[in-house]
């Protein structure tokens, strides 16, 4: 019920992992090399994760050859089942690897059959395993970071700002201020006008003291006089973790993107990656003071700024932009990272489905955009300055497109989109209590990629005790829409004490895609 990031099975809190409704009494359980024999013949156990960190291959020999029951390693047509269930990690491709190594030994003992989980047989599959990890090995370089990350980043991340007399903070431009340090990549950056107002983006990951002392010194050798406000570029809690503080000590208010208010203020209700409550500082959530829409505009001390709605590593993200000291800039949270000098590098941050981050709302729009609007100086998430980013945004937008492409060709789904996005399907809010003596609602939200309506049937499957009404969804979506369907939980006296799941067993247009997301239940 309360997230943290370092949960096991969990990507930065958000689960991979989808355990079933009811506890299932296992009588047998196999090593990763292991072997059985049943009726005379034996069967080799082979550990093949990638699509689970718990994929099991089962070989049997028959005369004609191998027989390989092979789980999700790999369906007809050398697709994947789902792209979320593999990852693992925060985009560094770990399940990525641990898959290709599977279907590689798959492969290697050239079954004459594969029986996968779901889908049809495949006869001969050597060809289609070989193909499969073609496209995996493709699909590497693209999903990966686009930039230094870990090897030579820390030398990357900034060659334009200089030092000033205020130790540790950085002069951009003569009215822009960062702060810069080895291994330091905090989340600060702060315009300050001629009056000596202040206007901040992002304050995250500080020592209180640290930043405390800092403003201090800004005030007695800059003139910095008050912080006006704090534009959050994104949902995540890293970049919100001390705008409370300034809230408190210096009057600070907190601004974000209209989308973005219900991730800050209620963050419990979604399974979103790195929530400010998944953190272990003690702040559950933010209270928000001014939210903008896209392309919405600011007048401030002399600047105008305008915010726009700038997707990429996650959907609920903004950019801010304008002219500072004669030069285009925009700020940009998260979303691209890099030296645009190096040719090499593209400038892609992780790729995380569970950030919300559908390649058409996440990195392909915010590539589009940042070559439309052509800044002179990128501003980005933990320190990064990009100036003269020109070529590498044109990098950073070839590599989206051939990302989709790699994705497109995996996908199980004629649009990838169902494959990809862990939330076509979700309920808000994510986590329910159910106290003794009442009920809980909430809503299911549908969303239709298709381009023609969509009707659906969802069977709410619940645990022992809890019952859902209705029992299941029925209803459409209109093309490429969302809708939200209401659902009571209440409980009888069988209900068992303790955090359970809850799954939603899906239909679309006839063909069922089973229990793909699920909601928490807290039985108080």
Not at 5 to 31: M, Q
Not at 183 to 189: D, G, K, L, R, Y
């Amino acid at each position: 019920m309360k997230p943290a990031l370092k949960d096991p099975c969990t990507v930065h809190g958000s689960s991979y992992v989808r355990p079933p409704v009811d506890a299932i009494r296992i009588d047998r359980a196999f090593e990763k090399l292991d072997e059985f024999t049943w009726y005379g013949h034996t069967v080799h156990c082979v550990e093949t994760k990638g699509t689970s960190p718990g994929g099991m291959t089962y070989f049997l020999q028959n005369p004609n050859g191998w027989i390989a029951i092979s789980g999700d390693i790999m369906l007809d047509g050398a697709r994947m089942h789902t792209w979320f269930d593999t990852e693992w990690d925060y985009g560094f491709a770990s399940g990525l690897y641990a898959l290709v190594d599977s279907v590689g030994y798959v492969e290697r003992h050239n079954p004459y059959l594969l029986l996968p989980a779901h889908g049809p047989v495949i006869e001969n599959p050597k060809q289609q395993l070989a193909a499969f990890q073609r496209k995996l090995r493709q699909l590497e370089p693209l999903y990966v970071r686009g930039y230094s990350e870990g090897k030579f980043a820390g030398a990357d991340q900034d060659l334009v700002s200089t030092p000033t007399e205020i130790p540790h903070v950085w002069q951009l431009l003569p009215h822009l201020y960062k702060f810069k340090g080895p291994m330091f990549a905090p989340n600060f950056n702060l315009i300050l006008a001629d009056d000596g107002h202040g206007l901040m983006v992002d304050c995250g990951l500080l020592d209180h003291t640290f930043l405390d002392t800092a403003i201090q010194h800004m005030q007695q050798h800059l003139g910095l006089k008050q912080i006006d406000a704090c534009f959050i570029t994104h949902m995540h809690g890293d970049h919100m973790l001390d705008a409370d503080h300034l809230r408190r000590k210096w009057g600070t208010q907190v601004w974000v993107l209209d989308n973005m208010v219900d991730k800050c203020e209620h963050p419990e209700w979604f399974d979103y990656v790195a929530a400010i409550e998944s953190y272990p500082t003690g702040v559950p959530s933010l209270r928000v003071d001014r939210s903008f829409k896209p392309g919405g505009t600011l007048d401030w001390h002399g600047y105008h700024f305008t915010v726009d709605w700038m997707p990429g590593q996650t959907e609920f993200a903004l950019a801010v932009r304008g002219m500072i000291d004669d030069r285009s800039v925009v700020f940009t949270g998260d979303n691209i990272f890099g030296n645009p000098a190096d040719p090499k590098q593209n400038g892609h941050e992780a790729v995380v489905s569970r950030n919300s981050s559908i390649l058409e709302e996440g990195y392909i729009y915010g590539a589009e955009y940042l070559k439309r609007i052509n800044p002179d100086l990128i501003v980005g998430g933990h320190c990064y300055v990009m100036n003269q980013p020109a070529q590498m945004i044109e990098r950073y937008r070839q590599c989206a497109y051939q990302l989709r492409t790699a994705f497109q060709a995996l996908s199980n789904d004629e649009d990838y989109r169902y494959w990809y996005d862990p939330y076509w399907v979700r309920a808000q809010p994510y986590r329910v209590e159910l106290q003794p003596d009442s009920s809980s609602n909430l809503m299911v939200h549908v969303r239709n990629f298709r381009k023609r309506t969509q009707s659906h049937h969802i069977a709410v499957h619940t645990p022992r005790g809890v019952i859902a009404e209705p029992a299941a969804l029925e209803g459409t979506v209109a093309a490429s829409s969302r809708n939200a369907f209401p659902l009571q939980l209440r409980r009888t006296a069988e209900a068992a004490p303790g955090v359970q799941i809850m799954a939603f067993d899906i239909t679309l247009d006839g063909r069922r895609y089973g229990e793909l997301f699920d909601a928490i239940i807290d039985v108080k």
